[in-house]
């Protein structure tokens, strides 16, 4: 089978945002999407740290240490851009007026449960920032992560072992071998990876998956 | 005559007490108001609880407040930075409480504390470890949490220009948390890039109103975020 890349995926992942969206990015595999959305399609990129019209990475030598994203990397300002402080860019969130979130996760449960700000490991230093208000603000939670850890366990799981960020907030899970939307009946594959057929992706998930619709990765 | 500026960041800090609550704008280097801390730290005032987003970077600002062991308690969303190691030692050996809080809840609660509100009920972090303990409630068949408000002694903040009557507006994303610790203070401390005569900023522009700030000090140069530009070339 054809896993995907993590540009592939961002590449997915962007195709599914439509014109005139509001989108937060989250840190780590989310930021690829930006290099990936569509340049007919008029898209504003929101930053907690109190951006809304985020544009790319400033040419070297012109960055402003005044004007960062989330991962406190320098950015820039489109046209109409906007500045605000944290009180109003949280409620952006909570209130429900960012179209779409793209978040990293640890792992997400068949409920839509998700874990992602920490291991639970006892010597950690635990650190949340925004991860929970992005949970459950957005309009819709996509959530993009490989399918599989490293040891080959499903990052899809019955009940996250993780603490939780959130509770069933994430609507749509974008992996290297699928597609799933998390829906009352279950998760529901949307689309797989080339080679890969749903009771091989359904083993590797470990948890009951819904079959139809299915249709080859676009 | 109503005149808010100070001569020196030390006569800004002078009063800043033992056991102090202090809010510390900025997010990460932007907004940070590195002078002000500095100006603490020589101050002396120990025991202290910050209430920051970070809890500070290398051995400068924030952390070097920590260093000097001048910080009992933490209030913050995201302790842990590549180069937070001051903090990590300090937490590790329990030497600082840490009280966590989801960013989205932090800023709430700075607002609501200057906003005069008695608690409110959010959504975030319902369910997970960070609402352990607390009050929920289902509301319209949705889970909250019951939070209050962090109200401040002080706050220390970083702005681009201000006027006499305290009026200050910011510069892009160094703004952040400093207009909503400015009004959970007590006493609201505006270190500013440049000092303008009363009417220059536009009053259609003016983000943080006067009357939340009580002190403003010039500190040129202080509207660029210089030490990010150290240690990113570091």
Known sequence: MQRLSRDQMAARVAQDIPDGACVNLGIGLPTLVANHLPENREILLHSENGVLGMGPAPAPGDEDY??????KDPVTLLP????????DSFGMMRGGHLDICVLGAFQVSVTGDLANW?????????AVGGAMDLAIGAKQVFVMMEHLTKSGQSKIVERCTYPLTGVACVNRIYTDLAVLDVTPQGLRVREMVEGLVFEELTRLTGVPLLQEPVRAYA | MINKIVPSVAAAVADIHDGATVMIGGFGPAGTPAELIDALI??????????????????TGLAALLKARRVRKILCSFPRQVDSYVFDALYRAGAI??????????????????AG?????????????????????????????????IRADYALIKAERADRWGNLVYRKTARNFGPIMATA????????????????LDPEAIVTPGVFVQRV???????????????AAA
């Open chain 1, 66 to 71: 005044d004007l960062i994203n989330a991962s």
């Open chain 1, 80 to 87: 109409g851009g906007a500045f605000f402080h944290h009180a």
């Open chain 1, 118 to 126: 920490h291991t639970g490991a006892p010597d950690a230093i635990p």
């Open chain 2, 42 to 59: 020589v101050q002396g005032a120990k025991d202290l609880t910050i209430v920051s987003n970070n809890a500070g970077n290398g051995e």
């Open chain 2, 97 to 114: 409480e840490l009280e966590l809080v989801p960013q989205g809840n932090l800023a709430e609660r700075i607002r609501a504390g200057g």
């Open chain 2, 117 to 149: 509100i008695g608690a409110f009920f959010t959504p975030t972090g319902y369910g997970t470890q960070l609402a352990q303990g607390k009050e929920t409630r289902s509301i319209d068949g949705r889970g909250y949490v019951l939070e209050y408000p």
């Open chain 2, 185 to 200: 203070a007590r006493c609201a401390i505006a270190q500013v890039n440049r000092i303008v005569e009363l009417g220059e």
């Open chain 2, 217 to 231: 000090v010039h500190v040129p140069g202080s509207g660029l975020t210089v030490t990010g530009r150290v240690e």
